[in-house]
Structures are given as structure tokens and as C-alpha cells.
């Protein structure tokens, strides 16, 4: 079952609350106001009848003669009124059709039992009740509009300082970590953003020392297996020839290349490794470094471009992306020259999803086969001398093929001006396409 969310804007959320707040008080009130108003017109007229009624009564009584059009005996009398004046009651009656202006009835007994009774509407009286309907209306959309510009006032500044929060906490998240959203937020006034930014900036910090932290018994422990490692790696190439001394050399050279690079990796993360540039044609430097390594990859120029550019580090990003092709994808390997783009692309089974969706890391290969398969700092290192090199490095997967594998393509993009400093651009990653 799929749900479908509607995104809207904290402003208007707030604008629609204090809208809608608004626009139920004001119709409360203007019945309560209306209602009011209708029952104190309806008792007014009721008096106003009843004196009326009274003084006719006495010029009847003294003169024969009816006033107001009050009549004796009006057949039209309502019934409820005739019963309570057959109780030698003064009365009052109130005929509302809802149509109209209500008609008020008055009635008495006379002396010599007949029924004096007058009624009439007070038509420009309940008029006024249209003219306050009229205000009550243009005053309820007054508040209503009131409201949402209210809201979208209010809520426009919280949701600008959130999404301003919120593009700070994108940059702490994507490594740059000079970003400190409590600056960015801003503002006079403390609230509850202002919370949250001190309570992020905080977590940044510790998660920051904490990281750091790592990073330097990691520096500092494969710092000190590097004296040992490069003495029992001498110590190997002095036993007799044999099987059991190949191996022994064997695994000493790969416990020297790991600490290596682990101590490269440890530098990257440190941001204090700066570029030694140079101007470099990368056709022909591409296709000599890649004869170097493999004469069997297969190179294609298709367009041939100069770039400043450290070439120390370049060749490190291009042997470990070849590397990487060699010992998780299928021959035959390509690398691709086109202008400051650079492709090496594999046909084997393709990056694994959790390297397209989080970025290389290391000692991460994406093989449950841990013999002989890496320790995943190869991309990892690639991707900090891309840093370096203010350069990006993207990684995706290609169209399946026809016998259904798909391959892993690496792409890196050389800038088009020379690195001032490191992290000019991010390591990106696509998905699969």
C-alpha cells in the first residue's frame, strides 16, 4: 500500500492554523453577536408594542377609538395568544416565518370581555440586523486574512532560520566542518532553533574530537608497526630460498603496503596534504602510466588536454581505481581519456549498493570474501587524493550488458583551474542507472 505525503512549508501550516483559528472565533462571535443583538430587537419590540397597546387602550376606553390599526376581536388572532388573553392576561406574541421581519403581537381584555390586540413587523428595526450582519461579515474576513498574514510572517522567519539550520546541517554532513549552524541560524531573538542549533553544533564538536581522535591512534599505531613490519620484511628476504619463505615475504610486503596505507589514509584525513602541481599532457601521461602497470588494459584518447595538476598523486588515484577494477571486476579493463574527464571502467558484477549509496570507506570492500580481497582502502584513498587534487570522483554502474553483468565505472574530473586548497570539490556518488 502506498502512501502518498504532502509536503508543504511550515508557514503555510501555520498560516492555515492560525487561519482556521481565526475563522472558527469569528464565526463564534458573530452569532453570539447576531443571536444577541436579535434577542434584545425582539424584547425592544415587544415593549415597544406592549406601550403601544396600552395607550390605545386608554383612548378606547375614553374615546371609542382605536389607534395603531389595533382591532376588537381580529379573528386572525394567533391561538396561543387568545388562550393565554382568555386568562385575563396581557400578552405578547412573536409570529417569525423567517422570511420576513418578525410580526409582534399584542393583545388585553377589555372590560367588557372582548380582545384588544394590535401587531405590526418593525421592518426598518430588524434592518438594522442586516447592516450588522454586513459588519460582522467584513470583519470576520478581516481577521481571517489578518491571520494568514500573520502566519505567513511568523512562520516565514521559523521556517527560513529551519531551512537555514537545515543547509548548515547538509554541509556538516557532507565534511565541512568549520560550518556551525548556530551562526548560520542567526537572528536576535532565542527560541527553540537556537536550541537546536547549539545542541548540533555541540554533537559536531564531540563527534569531531572523537573522530579525530581515531584518526590519530590510528596514525599513531600504524606509525609505530612501520619500524617493526619494514625490519621482519628485511628479516624475510634474508631466509633460505623455499615455498615457506615466499610466503613468509608474501604476507610481510602486504602487511607493509596495508600499514602504508593506513598512514596515507591517516594524513588525508588530517586536510594538511597539499598538491606539488605541475603541467602535465594527460594523454601521453595516462597512457604511460597505465602501459606501466598492465599492458593489457585497453586506453582510448578520445581527446587529448593539458591540465595543472599533481602527478605523484594523479597516478595514486589511477592505480588504485585499475587496482580496485582488477581485483573486484572482469577483464577487460578500460581507461578513458576525454579532455580532464578520466574513466576506468571494468565488466564485472559492479560496485556494491552500500559503496554507491555511502561513499568509499575503509576496510569496507563489499565482499563477504575477506581472503585475499582488500581492505577497502584503495577507493578510500583514491577519493582523498581527489580531494588533493581539488578534482571529483564520481562512481556509478553501467547498462547491464548481454551477458548480464554490468560493470563498475569510476570518473574523474580534473578541474579546470588549479587547486587553491583542499576540498575544492566533493566526492560524489551515483546510483545505478
Not at 489578518?146 to 557532507?174: I, T
Not at 586536510?271 to 599492458?295: C, H, I, M, N, S
Amino acid at each position: 500500500m502506498v502512501r502518498l505525503a504532502l509536503r508543504t512549508g511550515l508557514r503555510w501550516k501555520l498560516s492555515a492554523a492560525i487561519a482556521l483559528v481565526g475563522a472558527l472565533v469569528a464565526i463564534a462571535l458573530s452569532l453570539v453577536v447576531h443571536n444577541a443583538a436579535r434577542h434584545s430587537m425582539l424584547d425592544n419590540s415587544r415593549d415597544v408594542q406592549v406601550e403601544r397597546l396600552n395607550f390605545t387602550q386608554k383612548i378606547f376606553e375614553s374615546t371609542s377609538r382605536l389607534q395603531f390599526g389595533a382591532k376588537i376581536d381580529d379573528p386572525a388572532l394567533p391561538e396561543p395568544l387568545r388562550r393565554e388573553v382568555a386568562e385575563n392576561e396581557r400578552a405578547t406574541y412573536l409570529q417569525d416565518t423567517g422570511e420576513t421581519a418578525p410580526e409582534v403581537w399584542a393583545a388585553t381584555p377589555l372590560s367588557d370581555g372582548r380582545v384588544l390586540s394590535m401587531h405590526d413587523r418593525f421592518p426598518d428595526r430588524f434592518a438594522v440586523l442586516d447592516d450588522l450582519d454586513q459588519a460582522l461579515l467584513i470583519g470576520s474576513t478581516a481577521v481571517v486574512v489578518g491571520g494568514c498574514a500573520l502566519g505567513v510572517l511568523v512562520g516565514g522567519r521559523l521556517s527560513k532560520r529551519l531551512r537555514k539550520a537545515a543547509a548548515a546541517a547538509g554541509k556538516l554532513a557532507d565534511g565541512d566542518t568549520s560550518v556551525r549552524i548556530r551562526d548560520e541560524v542567526g537572528g536576535r531573538v532565542r527560541d527553540e532553533t537556537d536550541d537546536l542549533a547549539w545542541a548540533v553544533d555541540a554533537m559536531s564538536d564531540a563527534l569531531q574530537e572523537r573522530i579525530e581522535a581515531e584518526r590519530r591512534v590510528t596514525a599513531d599505531i600504524a606509525h609505530e608497526l612501520r619500524t617493526p613490519v619494514t625490519g621482519l620484511l628485511t628479516a624475510a628476504e634474508l631466509l633460505p630460498p623455499g615455498r615457506p619463505s615466499e610466503l613468509v615475504r608474501d604476507r610481510a610486503q602486504a602487511l607493509r603496503t596495508l600499514v602504508e596505507d593506513v598512514l596515507e589514509v591517516a594524513r588525508l584525513d588530517g586536510y594538511a596534504e597539499r598538491a606539488e602541481l605541475q603541467d602535465v599532457a594527460l594523454g601521453e601521461f595516462v597512457t604511460r602510466r597505465v602501459r606501466a602497470l598492465d599492458p593489457d588494459i585497453k586506453i582510448d584518447v578520445v581527446r587529448d588536454s593539458e591540465a595543472t595538476t599533481d602527478p605523484r598523486r594523479l597516478e595514486r588515484i589511477l592505480g588504485n581505481l585499475i587496482a580496485n577494477a582488477a581485483r573486484h571486476g572482469k577483464p577487460p579493463i578500460e581507461v578513458t581519456v576525454e579532455g580532464r574527464v578520466l574513466r576506468v571502467r571494468d565488466h564485472g558484477p559492479g560496485f556494491p549498493e552500500a559503496l554507491l549509496r555511502e561513499g568509499p570507506s575503509r576496510f569496507r570492500t563489499g565482499s563477504s570474501d575477506r581472503a585475499g580481497r582488500g581492505h577497502g582502502l584503495g577507493l578510500t584513498i583514491a577519493a582523498g587524493q581527489a580531494r588533493v587534487l581539488g578534482a571529483r570522483l564520481t562512481f556509478r554502474n553501467a547498462d547491464e550488458l548481454t551477458d548480464g553483468s554490468t560493470g563498475a565505472i569510476s570518473v574523474l574530473w580534473l578541474p579546470e583551474n588549479a587547486p587553491t586548497s583542499t576540498g575544492s570539490f566533493p566526492v560524489i556518488h551515483l546510483p545505478d542507472r
